[in-house]
């Protein structure tokens, strides 16, 4: 409570009152006649008294709340020391059991982010290592084309373009942990990002027969290519999860700019729908058993870092979609 210092206070206030009754008391019994010319005087020393004592723990606590203040946002040894002389000796091991703790936790944080840095530096060189013979296979069968059975030659590409997309989710995993992401934002048009990302899974709407709608129009946004072009990936590769044979793409250009990914499979159960952007969710009516469920977490990841609003704007069989809208005009 706002003046729950007072109780500190109360034993002084007690005392005061006490012994200045006690001194009325005797001089009331050795001479009871000068008992009114002081009294007054006895109250006055008993008022000041105690507004002594007021103003003091006052101040003293106002010390104590700069001082916490102080030690709480910056836990080093001049604001340890300045707090243990507001508090007093006696807390000195209390304080400093507080501050050795805090200690002891920053350094664990600071090597659990070392160790993340460590951890994504590896995770990248991994992924590129991996991707030069997967890069050097693709080049190979371009140029052996003509030599391979042409459903060989498809099987192939589908099974390298399936191994990328993994790695690409794998690497942008790993990068969504770290403290700090650089972003080399400029203006894109999300035709030319959409259709990238469309050429990457080729082989995989080949592989699985998966029709194309094509309704976008040139649409200038300000972001990240890479990580744009990965998060419509992601939204691609769920809709293939779940899509019967068709995937429409379509934008609408307004007050804000949103890029519409439709695809017709089965409607999202609506006590899963708050769901669908959490690390791990994979859905009743996915096409692989062995999802990962780190496509739409990542979606909300990266969106959420680069000011893009990620919604699903239609929910029901034969009609799922996704919509990125990006505000403001350009």
């Known amino acids: 409570m706002k003046y729950s210092f007072l109780k500190n206070i109360i034993p002084s206030i007690v005392i005061i009152i006490l012994t200045n009754f ?29 507004g002594i004592i007021l103003l003091k723990e006052i101040n003293r606590q106002r010390n104590i709340k700069k001082s916490l203040s102080k030690f709480y946002k910056k836990m080093d040894y001049e604001s340890m020391d300045k707090l243990i002389d507001v508090l007093g000796i006696d807390y ?27 951890y994504k530096d590896i995770i990248e060189k991994w992924v590129h290592e991996v991707k030069v013979p997967i890069s050097s ?30 790695l690409d989710l794998i690497l ?11 972003y080399d934002l400029k203006e894109l048009n999300i035709k030319e990002v959409v259709y990238k990302a469309i050429s990457d899974y080729y082989p995989i709407l080949l592989e699985k027969e998966i ?49 519409i990914i439709t695809n017709n499979g089965k409607h999202i159960d609506s006590q899963d729908l708050p769901f669908i952007f959490e690390k791990g969710y994979t859905g009743k009516s996915s096409k692989n058993s062995l999802s990962t469920g780190l496509d739409l977490y990542l979606v909300k990841k990266y969106t ?18 996704m919509g990125l809208c990006f505000y403001g005009k350009m």
């Not at 006690?22 to 008294?49: D, E, P, Q, R, T």
């Not at 030659?153 to 099974?159: A, F, G, H, Q, S």
């Not at 942008?172 to 650089?182: E, G, P, V």
């Open 22 to 50: 006690l001194f009325v008391f005797l001089i009331y019994v050795v001479n009871g006649k000068i008992i009114k010319n002081i009294l007054a005087i006895i109250i006055i020393f008993s008022i000041i008294s105690i």
């Open 92 to 118: 000195k091991s209390t304080v400093y059991n507080i501050f050795n703790l805090n200690k002891s936790l920053n350094e664990k944080i600071e090597k659990q982010r070392i160790d993340l840095l460590s």
């Open 137 to 166: 296979l693709d080049l190979v069968l371009e140029n052996n084309q003509n030599d391979i059975k042409s459903s060989t030659y498809e099987k192939l590409l589908y099974t390298s373009q399936l191994i990328k997309v993994d």
């Open 172 to 182: 942008y995993f790993a990068r969504s942990n770290s403290i700090k992401t650089d």
């Open 211 to 259: 029709k194309i709608i094509d309704e976008i129009k040139d649409m200038y946004v300000l972001s990240d290519f890479y990580t744009l072009k990965f998060i419509i990936s992601q939204i691609i590769s769920n809709a293939i999860k779940y899509t019967i044979d068709t995937i429409n793409f379509k934008t609408i250009i307004g007050d804000n700019k949103i890029l």
């Open 304 to 321: 959420d870092d680069l000011g893009i609003d990620v919604n699903v704007l239609s929910n029901k069989d034969g009609e799922f979609s």
